[in-house]
């Protein structure tokens, strides 16, 4: 989706943000989670990368079903592009790699989609509708 601000038109920036209780990864396992989550997105949502932000939020205090072991919650937010079965391939995609990537098993994993109007997302100093 793209939005028309001022003289030029931008594509909305999606968000995903991965919150876990686990341990904290090296940071090039951390930084190889962002890429894929980053690339999945691409893909998947149809954003161009240049617009796209990924974000991991270690060593969160989570319990989930009664415990306190690993858990995760991916949350993603976008303009748009939520539309038909891309929530559940991006869910898929995203569970797959925090399973590889930080060892939470897919079963701890939640995630949430967001779908946020242009006029609610700041960027470069002004809302994008």
Known sequence: ML???GCGIFAVMPLVTVYTSA???AEETSQALLRKLSSAVVEILGKPERYVMTSLVPRSQMMFA???A???LV???SI???AGDRPKQLTEAACRFVQEELGVPKDRIFV???DV???LWGFDGSTLG
């Open 23 to 25: 341990l904290l990864p």
């Open 3 to 5: 939005v028309r601000r």
């Open 75 to 77: 949350d993603v937010q």
């Open 117 to 119: 109007p242009a006029r």
């Open 112 to 114: 949430v989609f967001t």
């Open 66 to 68: 009664g415990t306190f």
């Open 70 to 72: 690993p858990a995760c």
């Open 80 to 82: 748009g592009a939520l």
